[in-house]
């Protein structure tokens, strides 16, 4: 296939494998994020893994858990075990609202569809509104596997930086004015607003209007990326944005982070027209997704005290953001600056000046501490000097043991 | 974007609503299938649905299923409630390299990927290796939701004609050679080549060579989708056409049919390369597969006497089969006539010269039984004096009682 002049960055080049000319054009953008390469190493024996953002399951009830999914197909399970409808099953649909209403958003079932993750709401999202060379604006660094999904859906990736308080609305206003005067406007707005991946940054109450207000002036849609909302460490959830304009947002949701990811169950809630696309989709995507899982978390948030259990979660989650805190200020060389999330998983890292993120990971794997260089969340090599540290799944003394190897690492720059 | 000449009848057609401009070209090449819409009448009460391709998992031993999902909980609960692997557990999947074996494929794990179902491995795959505009060939019949992918890929499907013993190699290569000179050559050919969907037919022992021989000397890729090749009522499965020609064959498989459609499991067998980036598409499409479903599978097949079970199922789809068939000649009109499959999940019925099945079936609804028109299974409007009839959910009497209605309202066709 011929590529207009303006795709030419996008062009995938031919490799040197017989099957790289039977991959399609998409398959030829597909490639290996340093993030997924880093995890077989993280997961040596002896290293401290500061690079998955994977949450705590162990604090899980694991009996519980065990009894729910058992109670689900003695009960239920001629409907657990067949293949149910493309939209998710209506009852954990109308849980979903509740969930979502604790942000502020008033949804209707119907609006709601349950997808494999919210990684999966992304690429369906992706494919149903992202032609080849539209343009994305992203906040920079963004979501490593968000880049990854634009990238086989052959967008463009525009990124802009935030501050203490994320995206600045003038900035954002700027670039949609520069993309739209280049003629290649901004098509949507990827934003992960509360407890950023991987910065951990929480757009700022008095900001959140405004960024719709520039969304709707310039026409682009926003893609709402929020797993880690309920997160939250100091008793305030956010507002979600999707509270305040529901027909201009597409919200993701996730319960791998509030519950556990091996069900994979999240989802997507729009407005209706796409939902009822998105449902096409999804139906040629995978049929239909597994009814045992999804009767499994409309069990577990009918039946157990989640809200309370999310408090216990919120609590071990602060006390290794603590750990980890506490571990920067004790170790860090100087010239070493981070963010302070009140929610979430993650520390965003600036290193000293002239040390390079990607040339540290070998030493500091080599020293049993492992993390993820900052170029992974950029699509253009940017991101050097950062690193982001995940406080979520290590215990706040391994917490505390691997900010230490990585500072003596940092110590011993050559 | 705009779309070289070749490409004009691919192209969406902008219907009323003002989404529509948003939507990707793809997206707008999603329309919904008959099947889909008519499931939700099929579900009416006081009907027998002969429509749905569902399994019959009220044979599982429920207590058994229950006991294997609890126990990889309270076992092995921090593994099933986590993120894996975008390619799998790779327990299952040596496990599926076994079963791949009853069918004379020998497989390595390091070829397979596990999949939301077969289909995830279809639309992954068609992903991979399709671009807009380019020529699919298939059975005429064929899949329905298999058309569905490829029109989201915007592929060209053209479908081939079957006799009694499936697929002619004859007339398949004088298609390649016809698409070949038109200049735009086949690049797929997608077959179900054992107990197909929805003809219930198997292709001839005899011809599995000469299909593999004529699509290697057009330089063809074959995906071969088996999702019903171990439910032979026979005793004899069919060699896989993988089994002799793993450099060619991308190989899809499912427990949807054998277990249970609500794990969600299925699989892609493929060539190496083709497997690694299959893996980096499921990466970006869903992070990774249920870990719980996966290893609830894994556990089903180590623990439990599987094959016996099967034997079990065999015997009882084969008894429905039986039921429609005697149903078939008991009341039937003169013109009819119908497949007979030795295994699967469906009849192939052609009516009497004149009738439109598709105006036969609101009638049929009204006479509380439903069926699929043909025309669900073509691309091109054809097959309107074909409908497929399942046999596999409702049970030999209510098979015989549909049936029975279906064949009173063709007698009074108008």
Chains 1, 2 share one sequence.
């Not at 995938?12 to 000319?21: N, R, T, Y």
């Not at 004790?330 to 000046?353: E, H, K, Q, R």
């Not at 969340?377 to 990585?406: C, T």
């Amino acid at each position: 296939m011929r590529f207009p002049a303006e795709l030419q960055e996008l062009q995938p080049q031919p490799g040197p494998s017989p099957w790289d000319a039977r991959f399609s054009d998409s398959a030829r953008c597909m490639v290996p994020s340093e993030v997924r390469s880093l995890f077989s190493a993280a997961a040596s024996p002896g290293i401290v893994s500061l690079a998955g953002g994977m949450p705590d399951v162990g604090a899980l009830p694991m009996d519980t858990m065990a009894s729910i999914l058992a109670d689900v197909v003695r009960e239920n399970g001629t409907t657990a075990l067949q293949y149910g409808t493309a939209q998710g099953d209506p009852g954990l649909r109308r849980r979903i609202c509740e969930v979502m209403a604790l942000e502020g958003i008033t949804a209707r079932p119907d609006d709601v569809m349950v997808t494999v993750g919210s990684q999966q709401a992304l690429d369906l999202v992706a494919r149903v509104l992202l032609d080849p060379g539209d343009t994305v604006v992203a906040e920079g660094p963004t979501y490593v596997t968000a880049l990854g999904t634009f990238a086989a859906a052959r967008a463009r990736v525009v990124q802009i930086g935030m501050d203490r308080a994320g995206t600045v609305p003038e900035e954002l206003a700027a670039e949609f004015a520069r993309l739209a005067a280049e003629g290649r406007p901004a098509k949507l707005f990827y934003t992960v607003p509360t407890f950023q991946n991987p910065t951990g940054i929480r757009l700022a109450a008095g900001r959140r209007q405004q960024i719709l207000d520039v969304c709707r002036a310039a026409d682009v849609l926003v893609v709402e990326d929020n797993p880690y909302g309920l997160l939250h460490y100091d008793g305030t959830p956010s507002r979600a944005l999707c509270a305040d304009a529901p027909d201009r947002v597409v919200y993701l949701g996730s319960f791998s982070k509030t519950l556990a990811p091996g069900l994979r169950v999240g989802w997507v809630h729009a407005p209706t027209e796409l939902t009822r696309k998105l449902v096409l989709a999804a139906e040629s995507a995978m049929l239909s997704h597994s009814a045992l899982t999804q009767l499994t978390v409309d069990r577990y948030l009918r039946t157990e005290p989640w809200q309370e259990r999310l408090g216990t979660f919120r609590t071990r989650y602060r006390d290794r953001r603590d750990a980890m805190l506490r571990a920067l200020t004790a170790y860090m060389p100087a010239g070493t600056s981070w963010t302070i999330p009140d929610g979430g998983f993650f520390i965003w890292v600036t290193l000293p000046d002239g040390t390079d993120s990607r040339e540290l990971l070998p030493r500091a794997l080599a020293a049993g501490v492992a993390f993820v260089p900052g170029t992974a969340f950029h699509a253009d090599g940017r991101g050097a000097r950062h690193a982001r540290l995940s406080f979520s799944y290590p215990s706040p003394a391994d917490v505390d043991e691997g900010i230490r190897r990585l500072a003596s690492v940092l110590g011993e720059q050559p």
